[in-house]
């Protein structure tokens, strides 16, 4: 997608992802993939991604907010219109996204409208935590 690498993560299956400053590259082993603008991504430029335990591809962007890719298709989660610096899951299953804003939490759509919160700047003090193998807090 682009030369300029923010992100990159090994997934399950052992493909190496790059996140670049023009989308999202998907390296097999002997050819890339990519995902760009034309696929779905309405801001390219990506900063963090996470796979998740179901396997699905959480891509974090400069100013598109966060992005869900399940092999699939792309979806737009609009919560967090800002810089997503950073991706955790948590034991629970919760996603935390570290932006500008600020901490936002994700708990998936099988919590309805309370799926999501917004948390302040605590999500950097979770990555930082479960960085140094220790539990995140719990929040609520």
Same mark, same amino acid.
């Given at each position: 997608a682009n030369n300029f690498v923010?992100?990159?993560?090994? $997934? @399950? *299956? /052992? +493909? %190496? !992802?790059? =996140? &670049?400053?023009g989308g999202v590259s998907r390296y097999?082993?002997?050819?890339?993939?990519?995902?760009k603008v034309e696929d779905g991504l309405v801001d390219a430029e990506v900063r963090s991604m996470l796979e $998740? @335990? *179901? /396997? +699905? %591809? !959480?891509? =974090? &962007?400069?100013s598109g907010g966060v992005y869900k890719y399940d092999g699939q298709a792309i979806e737009n989660f609009n919560f967090a219109h800002?810089?997503?610096?950073?991706?955790l899951e948590d034991s629970q299953g919760n996603l935390w996204f570290a932006t500008w804003d600020g901490g936002h939490r994700y708990r998936?759509?099988?919590?309805?409208?309370?799926g999501h919160r917004h948390h302040g700047a605590t999500v950097r003090h979770a990555r930082a935590t479960a960085r140094r193998g220790r539990r995140a807090p719990a929040h609520r």
């Open positions: 923010e992100a990159i993560i090994e $997934d @399950r *299956e /052992g +493909n %190496l !992802w790059f =996140g &670049t400053m097999d082993g002997k050819t890339f993939d990519s995902l $998740d @335990r *179901e /396997g +699905n %591809l !959480w891509i =974090g &962007t400069y800002d810089v997503v610096d950073d991706i998936g759509p099988h919590h309805g409208a309370g």
